[in-house]
């Protein structure tokens, strides 16, 4: 079959292209660390706040768990029109595992200064960490649209100094 010199350019070119942009996805998943929020765990949104059935049912100021020094849990629980708990304070130099989950209606969890950005759905539990090293505030706010009173869903992740 003959292939015009111009044409077979091009798609050496293409070839290429796709060659290059897979190897950045390999390079940026394994050397950066960039992960893709998967479904970590499936739970019933109905009974999810209950206390006692899981950890979204805790007590509100026991749902942020040190597990070992400077190693955090954060199980957020995302409903109309607040995320419980919606101040985390955490020292300077802290990685954090933020489990989200909502009882309702989908909902979004995006953490400035990071680049952690969920889906929240009912019956499903989103999960990434973040390590943060410089004091300060980090605002996380909800990203999808969930209803009239989506604006005031938001909350803060307080940096302190005290490493
Ligand atoms: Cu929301």
Redesign the pocket.
Known sequence: MHIDRTERTYMIIAGALIAVFFGLVVVSSLAYGIQVPAPEARVDPQTVATPGNSPWGDPIDERVRELAPGQYEAFIL????VFLPNVIEVPVGSTVTFQVT?KD????FNLSGTNINMM?IPGQVSKLTATFNEPGEYAFI?N????IG?QT?FGRLIVTDEG
Do not use: N, P, R
């Open positions: 995302a409903q109309t029109w909502s209606v989908q909902h979004g929240i909800c999808e649209y969930c209803g989506h869903m």
